[in-house]
């Protein structure tokens, strides 16, 4: 349901009905991606700094268990620091965090948002 042809030209899920009808699983695999082997330890000061790419890096380490404890609370968190300083990455997986209550509570008003 959340395919790859379902993706914009950024990489990212179009939003459609699909997401509101996908398992969590589903779900699951579209809030995780890799990402680059950038020492944590550095993403981290750089997240820490405001850097909204970083913060999202660090949503990902933690939903994917890279270089740190898979942990989906962290990884929404890391998301909504990033979502707030703008990144349309982050706002979408905080989103999908949101539909299926992954890491936060289902709550699909604030998924919207």
Same mark, same amino acid.
């Given at each position: 349901?959340?395919? *790859?042809?379902? *993706?914009?030209?950024?990489?990212?899920?179009?939003?459609?009905?699909?997401?509101?009808?996908?398992? &969590?699983?589903?779900?699951? @695999?579209?809030?995780?991606?890799? +990402? /680059? !082997?950038?020492?944590?330890?550095? +993403? @981290?000061? &750089?997240?820490?700094? !405001?850097?909204?790419?970083?913060?999202?890096?660090?949503? @990902? &380490?933690?939903?994917? =268990?890279?270089?740190?404890? /898979?942990?989906?609370?962290?990884?929404?968190?890391?998301?909504?620091?990033?979502?707030?300083? !703008?990144?349309?990455?982050?706002?979408?997986?905080? =989103? @999908?965090?949101?539909?299926? !209550?992954?890491? +936060?509570?289902?709550?699909?008003?604030?998924? +919207?948002?």
């Amino acid at each position: 349901m959340l395919s *790859e042809q379902d *993706e914009n030209p950024n990489g990212q899920p179009k939003p459609s009905r699909s997401v509101l009808t996908a398992t &969590r699983q589903e779900v699951i @695999l579209a809030i995780q991606e890799p +990402v /680059q !082997g950038t020492d944590v330890n550095r +993403v @981290l000061n &750089r997240a820490g700094a !405001g850097d909204s790419t970083a913060q999202y890096e660090m949503g @990902l &380490r933690y939903a994917d =268990g890279e270089g740190v404890p /898979q942990n989906y609370r962290d990884a929404m968190a890391w998301f909504a620091k990033a979502a707030a300083n !703008g990144n349309d990455n982050a706002q979408w997986k905080l =989103g @999908l965090g949101y539909v299926m !209550g992954i890491g +936060v509570p289902h709550d699909e008003r604030k998924a +919207v948002v």
